[in-house]
């Protein structure tokens, strides 16, 4: 067998590796507190069960357009309105099996050799993982330089040249947890109009997880971008369905038919009776999300404090999203060694930085998508551990 060379530079996602190595302990009687992947803990809303049941019921399960149902996209495009006053056009709209897929074309789109496209590092590791797949040179942004992970929009711009297609950014940040403001984002949006070639993929998957009641600086807030615009969001992470695989992105409307290809040649359409369910998450009411918002603001002072009490870890308060990135180098131990001692003597599955990023070599990230006995446990083991 002769595989093809380009697969020697796929990466993955290691924090799936480390569910697996957990599950593997579990089976073996150990007793392990999962703070690796990054998904809510709470169960899907039931309005949003019910609607797929009764679709399925009512016999929705043949195939769909490739892009998305026309009702499904339009309840894609309302949702936009009401959170962020933007008038999209439906037909800019690509529903997807998760959010994954959106940056998977999105990277395959613009990448080739000789191209180069510009990720956040550390960050979710298949931006990276497709920047080298398709041969083009990944060039990274620094999340670390800055004590709170929050980005430097004039070093963002610096790494601009002419061989730049793809600025790739996400806010609230996986894994640093950093939030960034919006006038930074103004900022950078300023500077980006001398480069009018450089298109933007703005992973949006944690909108609805921003703490203190901050407003999402969403790139919806500048319509002079549409035409290089890509917004990736989805149901996964607001709604606690993450494995549903239902996710919407908005695309420039030249770059549409490229997409529906991809979708065609690769999946032929996302489940019908799911697009019912995603419907009714988006038109119904936000109680769920209020609720879930409740609890993770209650997680993340437990183990912002619980972090930082353990002699050799410190934590930056997460701005959004449900995770924590504390550097723990001053427990003698780099990432790597900590999150496999935590794993084995104290029974916490989290994973380590450099699954991010080969920088952030000094970090490990806790999810905090657990519950508030389940923190507290895994903070008492590892304060044990540690001695
Ligand atoms: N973008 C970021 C930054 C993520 O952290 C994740 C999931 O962890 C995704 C996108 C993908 O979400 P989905 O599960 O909907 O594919």
Not at 28 to 43: A, C, T, V
Not at 223 to 251: F, N
Not at 327 to 341: H, L, Y
Not at 380 to 386: A, Q, S, Y
Request: glycine share 8%.
């Amino acid at each position: 067998m002769k595989l093809a060379k380009n697969l020697e530079r796929l990466g993955t996602e290691s924090a799936f590796k480390i569910l697996a190595e957990a599950k593997k302990l579990e089976a073996e009687g150990k007793k392990i507190i999962h703070l690796s992947l990054g998904q809510p803990d709470f169960k899907s809303p039931k309005h949003i069960v019910d609607a797929t049941k009764k679709a399925l019921d009512e016999g929705h399960h043949g195939y769909v357009l490739p892009n998305g149902t026309i009702e499904c996209r339009k309840a894609v495009t309302r949702k936009i309105k009401k959170l962020y006053n933007a008038e999209i056009d439906p037909e800019r709209v690509v529903i997807m099996p998760g959010g994954k897929p959106t940056m998977y074309y999105a990277i395959t789109l613009f990448g080739e050799p000789g191209a180069e496209i510009i990720y956040p590092d550390p960050g979710f590791p298949i931006y990276e993982s497709m920047i080298n797949y398709t041969g083009a040179k990944a060039v990274p942004i620094n999340m670390l330089e800055n004590k709170d992970f929050s980005i430097n929009p004039e070093k963002i711009l610096s790494l601009i040249n002419e061989n730049t297609r793809l600025l790739i950014l996400n806010n609230p940040n996986n894994p640093t947890g950093a939030f960034t403001e919006k006038n930074k984002i103004d900022q950078l949006v300023e500077g980006l109009k001398k480069f009018p070639n450089v298109a933007i993929l703005s992973d949006e998957i944690y909108s609805r997880q921003i703490f203190d009641g901050k407003k999402m600086p969403t790139f919806f807030d500048y319509p002079h971008l549409y035409d290089r615009l890509i917004v990736l969001d989805g149901w996964s992470k607001a709604y606690s369905m993450t494995g549903w695989r239902l996710g919407w992105a908005v695309w420039p409307e030249k770059l549409v038919e490229h997409v529906i290809k991809f979708c065609v040649n690769n999946h032929s359409c996302v489940n019908a009776a799911i697009q019912f369910g995603g419907i009714a998450a988006l038109d119904g009411p936000d109680d769920s999300i209020n609720f879930m918002m409740k609890k993770f603001t209650e997680r993340r002072k437990l183990i912002f404090d619980g972090l930082n009490d353990i002699k050799g870890i410190k934590c930056v308060m997460p701005g959004g999203g449900f995770y924590a990135f504390p550097k723990v180098i001053n427990t003698r131990m780099n990432g790597e060694e900590f999150a496999k001692k935590c794993l084995h003597e104290a029974g916490v599955a989290i994973v380590p930085g450099t699954a991010f990023g080969k920088k952030a070599i000094d970090y490990v990230r806790f999810s905090f998508a657990a519950s508030q006995d389940n923190i507290s446990q895994a903070l008492e083991n590892i304060k044990k551990m540690l001695g």
